[in-house]
Nanobody, 115 residues
Framework: QVQLVESGGGLVQPGGSLRLSCATS????????MGWYRQAPGKQREWVAR???????NYADSVKGRFTISRDNAKNTAYLQMNSLKAEDTAVYYC?????????WGQGTQVTVSS
């Protein structure tokens, strides 16, 4: 059974850091392009970052230079290191595992940036 489980969200002050994790199961990780998305209250879900199976990365302009996506193939886990957090980064963050055959989502983890 395929599962994506996010963790690491929480409350952090502006300028702080968090690292999100996305643990996968179901033997999909090695063939998945891993992505992070977020959805703020009252807004549509937006793409944040992506890492391909080959290690290539892309970032939304709003997070470039502050967020870093990575993956540990031995642990079947993807990460999103978030630094210099701003209030506008507040959202539910979702992990995505996808290729041309499948597209799976996690349940989301809340990130709140507030003083």
């Amino acid at each position: 059974q395929v599962q994506l489980v996010e963790s690491g969200g929480g409350l952090v002050q502006p300028g702080g850091s968090l690292r999100l994790s996305c643990a996968t199961s179901g033997n999909i990780f090695s063939t998945s392009n891993m992505g992070w998305y977020r959805q703020a209250p009252g807004k549509q879900r937006e793409w944040v970052a992506r890492m391909t199976t080959g290690g290539g990365t892309n970032y939304a302009d709003s997070v470039k230079g502050r967020f870093t996506i990575s993956r540990d193939n031995a642990k079947n886990t993807a990460y999103l290191q978030m630094n210099s957090l701003k209030a506008e980064d507040t959202a539910v963050y979702y992990c995505n595992a996808a290729n041309i055959v499948f597209n799976y989502w996690g349940q989301g983890t809340q990130v709140t940036v507030s003083s």
